[in-house]
């Protein structure tokens, strides 16, 4: 059986991971979890983008090689991954033999298939973007004569690369690129990002070079080492190389990445698998950028966000739940500590935190901590209303639409509580009449059931904190919480009793 096989890119480790590489790498590890949930069998790949002219120039800044400068980096992002609860089964380092052999397989193939072949370069190359430009995609500033990088969001100055080098012939691939667009709708997501590739494919492609002459730290071009391959051909062949040698992986069933990456995910990647004759991603999937206080993260603002300094003070889960709930998956977003509190506080403090505590409180207070059997099992079971909710659920987040997963739920969670403000179970206990115990009983049954099946929908999204409330609500023994269907199938595991405890997200003032 294939395995659901999704991908993060690959971060550079020039310098520490902060909040834009958690974004992503949160989001593919949410998606992994739902889909282990569900019984699928998952491969989720993250890992390190190492060769390069950008990292060398980074090492030598520090005083390292590159090799060692590389340990260092790309170990921070591994902790900094066990830290945030990413359940990666691959961690791949394209300084890894496996990955340099595959890419020099590859490459190889490819000059023997006519399709990399030898050439004059003569243009700009962007060190921080590690990308080429043409004249005409960067002409000179009309102020300062200089050449800057026509990525809005770097501007850096260009520096001109004259060598002979390898092609890739990306032209011929124009044709079946622009067929499978139209034949596979999905496989450019979300829409507005892929229209934008559709266009550009459609004005045209130009042969791309993919090796340089004078960058040492690379992989060495096979039979021609005194070129290594362009760290983008290199780096994009990590998602082929961790999967071979199984043939349950490949190919990826979604390559989630950033919009700036787009193209060489959405046009370039495609084509070279095309050349190489490998079955192409089911999906490529655009998410936006965060800016911070309205601000883009940059070196020179040093106003990169530190997951960990988020983490100490809301939590590993609150932090996860507000970076997929705040931005629609594919749209641009602002991060302030502000939005996370009034985030925190409304979503999971009062609304979800607060029902959790209300609820254990009564059934510790008039019950002693064990839920009563309902009176009447079947009639008006609510609990199963809201099962059959988990449909609409499955379906944003196999489309990947997060934050409508989350509104999906934030809806039930709103109308529990309208239930439980309605009825007024403290109230229902005080009256003399046993019916008003029952139907207080009958709705704290009601209420814990549909908690603990909402547990398994948050799941995903706020692991350990699921699993705690699941525990306390007598479903689940801690550290993992029960799916939804789980839960309604009964399989209980826990002590079934329900254990008050404080809250679970503190209110933050
Ligand atoms: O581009 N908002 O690596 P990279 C949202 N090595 N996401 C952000 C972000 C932000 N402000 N900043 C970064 C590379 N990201 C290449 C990839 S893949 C074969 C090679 C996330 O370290 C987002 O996923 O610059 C973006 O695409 C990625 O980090 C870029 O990471």
Known sequence: MKKFYVTTPIYYINAAPHIGHAYTTVAADVLARFYRHRGTAVHFLTGTDEHGLKIEQAAKEAGKSPQEFADAVSEKFRQLWKHLDITFDDYIRTTEPRHEDKVQEIFAALIKSGDIYKGHYSGYYCVSDETFWTEKEAPPDHKTGKRLCPNPDCHRELSLVEEDNWFFKLSKYQERLLAHYKADPDFLSPKHRGNEILSRVKEGLQDISVSRAKVKWGVPVPNDPEHTVYVWFDALLNYVS???????????????????????????????????????????FAHGWWTVEGQKMSKSKGNFVDPYEITREFGVDAFRFFLLREMPFGNDGDFSIKTLKIRYNADLANDLGNLVSRVENLIDANMKGALPARSNPEKDFYPKQVASRTAEYAACMERLDFSGALGVIWSVVGQLNERVNSEAPWKLFKSKDPADHEKAKTLLFDVVWCLRIIGGWIEPFM?????????????????????????LQGKEKGIGKIQKGPPLFPRKT
């Open 463 to 487: 692991p350990r904190k699921m699993a705690e409330m699941q525990a306390r609500l007598g479903v689940r023994q801690y550290p993992d919480a029960l799916s939804a269907e789980d839960v």
């Open 242 to 284: 961790a999967a071979s040698g199984c043939d349950d992986i490949w190919p990826a069933d979604v390559h989630i990445v950033g919009k700036e990456i787009y193209w060489f995910h959405a046009a370039i990647w495609p084509a070279m698998l095309m050349a190489a004759g490998l079955p192409l991603p089911l999906k490529v």
